[in-house]
């Protein structure tokens, strides 16, 4: 499995994969991506943990809402890490946050 961090406010778009964008007929499913209850407060910015599986090479994110004040529209996540540098990321937090479920 992989790992990142992304803002709250913020959602997954495209996603791709070894030959290219993520082809949900070719792979029967959508790439598995699931955000756990697990965060961290950086800088006073909330950021949640979420899981992919390996075969995912880079995400397209972008907030779920774009303001008129020139906000970022999207990024892509090209570095995603493993789990030994998401407990690291943990670790040294500021704060951590745990999501009651």
Not at 57 to 85: C, F, H, N, T
Request: charged fraction near 25%.
């Amino acid at each position: 499995m992989k790992y990142f961090f992304l803002s709250a406010g913020w959602q997954v778009g495209r996603v791709w994969e070894l030959g290219g964008i993520w082809n949900e007929i070719a792979w029967r499913r959508r790439p598995q991506i699931r955000r756990l209850s697990l965060g961290i407060v950086e800088q006073g910015e909330t950021l949640w943990l979420y899981q992919v599986e390996d075969a995912v090479l880079m995400l397209e994110v972008k907030p779920s809402e774009i303001s008129e004040r020139g906000a970022i529209a999207q990024v892509i996540l090209k570095r995603l890490i493993d789990a030994e540098q998401a407990m690291q990321k943990l670790a040294t937090a500021e704060t951590v946050l745990q999501e009651k479920q």
